[in-house]
């Protein structure tokens, strides 16, 4: 997805206030409902053809980038728009075709909490079918990237009220970092400057690594050398001598730089494989250079999961790397 940059659209979010129970800066008694990878979209056949509404659809389900299996990027669920009732506006991630001829002109806004928190409502309204679905076009990258945000939002604040209390410590001796790790998370490993934490079910792994070494310059060869290197030495394959690496075709990884709270750095999302063995899944990684500029300091979640579902299992991890303060 393209990289969009939320300070453009600062001018066009409406933040609502209630005074309810807070727990950090979500309204507890006013929670947002609705599925992992969810999404609600009000698009009314009595306007738009089937064809138009197919369109739109189709930018929601094309594929999670960089898991080693097709999946939709959201699951939609369409609306007409006489069923957009109170009954749903508390949906986490909402897009609303407004569609009237008492409108004078077409506009898209974007809206932080309407009727939930966290919740992101966008609303395109207008009377003219075609500037409808040109506003959506225009912006569909921003709409992807503030639904997709959302969803990792749901996932941090849950894990929020549950932090595993030693691997918070820890975090905190090892890196002077905090992240949104729960319980259900133990280490499996730890030395000096390496952190590995894991997450075992009789059908799959969940991993969260951080690790800290001397700062060096911050580009994509690096990032994927200091991981391999990190990885063949500290994580063991399920066959003896093998060892995990990062996947380099089919365009991965996908590096970018990005800013996460005050911490600027590059991002990294791809596959990984095994060397001498046959298992693989799709990683989410966050490198960035201390204040001081001693350090680099990388924050890496991975899954392994054959024969199931993948996606919410690496927003799972994802949204844990992102929560890094």
Known sequence: MKKIFFALLAVIFMLTSCEQKKVGSFKVDNFSNGKAGEMLLVMDDKYFSEGQEQEVIKCFEQAQPAINQIEPLFDVLHFQAADFTSKFVRHRNIVHFDFSPKYNNNI???????????????????????SCLNLFRTHVDTILELLYDNDLKRVQYAFNRELEPTIKKTLKEMFDISLAVPMHYFIANKTDDFLWLRFRTTKNDRFIMVYKQPAYELKEAN??????????????????????????????????????????????RGLWESVGDHMGGPFYSFTYLTADKQYCITVDGFVYAP?????????EVEAIVKSVK
């Open 108 to 130: 898209i806004s974007f809206e932080r909490n309407a009727w939930s928190n966290p919740q992101v409502y966008i609303k395109i309204a207008g009377n003219n079918v075609d």
């Open 223 to 268: 990032v994927i050398a200091m991981r391999d290197t990190i990885t063949k030495r500290y994580i063991p394959g399920a066959v003896k001598g093998a060892y995990p690496i990062i996947t380099q075709k089919f365009g991965f990884p996908i590096v970018n730089p990005t800013q996460i709270g005050s911490k600027k750095g590059l991002e990294m």
């Open 307 to 315: 024969q199931e579902n993948k996606r919410d299992y690496l927003r």
